[in-house]
């Protein structure tokens, strides 16, 4: 079970690039690195997903270098909307359909004015 | 088009009551999942279904049960409720059970346990 440790909070400023890394040291070789954001009183929303090296959609950015131990969640430019919980998932499946899907504590990024 | 949609959105009960939360999505996914979220902690997974009439648990399944009453519905029943068992439970629902699966989770519902 690839466990994932992220830091649980961080503060940035509106305007600023975010980097929040999460650490899966012992990430399988079929898992994907997955990343959710979860605003209060509300269920978790997909963000960005990845195997390796970069990818970029409309929100971030997702790096994970070529050992894999470790992914980077970047945030361009955040907004005070942008304050809420983010998630590192490593997703793994067992044998048959049973499945070990592990939300972390998260990061509580806040987003100061 | 929906989503994901729960029922209730709150609920108190009294130690020992049963209760049925229910969850259904629109999306025409295959893989429906129940994840509940304690105050400052993330989720837990409770149960999940890769498909319709499969049902298989997930890390915290003790004092739950679970219907995959089609593919649309995935209810969770909760038989003689605890105070250990005051949290958020969501529900979740993907087009299928790969590696590459994005869930979209309904909006919650908040239940406590006197």
């Known amino acids: 079970l690839a466990k994932t440790t992220q830091p649980i909070s961080m503060d940035s400023y509106e305007g600023q690039e975010v980097n929040i890394t999460c650490s899966h040291n012992n990430i399988a070789t079929n898992d994907y690195i997955t990343w959710y954001q979860q605003f209060p009183s509300q269920g978790p929303r997909f963000i960005i997903q990845g195997y390796k090296t970069k990818v970029t959609n409309e929100v971030a950015s997702l790096f994970i270098p070529a050992d894999r131990k470790s992914s980077t969640l970047s945030l361009p430019r955040v907004s005070l909307s942008d304050t809420a919980v983010y998630y590192c998932?490593?997703?793994?499946?067992?044998?048959?359909?049973?499945?070990?899907?592990?939300f972390g504590s998260g990061t509580q990024l806040t987003v100061l004015p | 088009n929906a989503g994901v949609t729960q029922t209730p959105k709150f609920q108190v009960l009294k130690t020992g009551q049963s209760m049925t939360l229910q969850c259904a999505q629109d999306?025409?996914?295959?893989?429906m999942y129940w994840y509940r979220q304690d105050p400052g902690m993330g989720l837990r997974l409770i149960y999940y279904s890769a498909s319709e009439g499969t049902t298989d648990k997930g890390e915290v399944p003790n004092g739950y049960n679970v219907s995959r009453l089609n593919k649309r519905e995935f209810s969770l029943r909760l038989e003689s409720a605890a105070p250990s068992q005051t949290s958020v439970y969501f529900c979740a629902s993907s087009l299928t059970s790969g590696y590459t699966d994005t869930q979209y989770f309904g909006p919650g519902t908040r239940l406590t346990v006197l």
């Open positions: 998932l490593a997703l793994q499946a067992s044998s048959g359909s049973a499945r070990q899907l592990t």
């Open positions: 999306m025409n996914h295959n893989s």
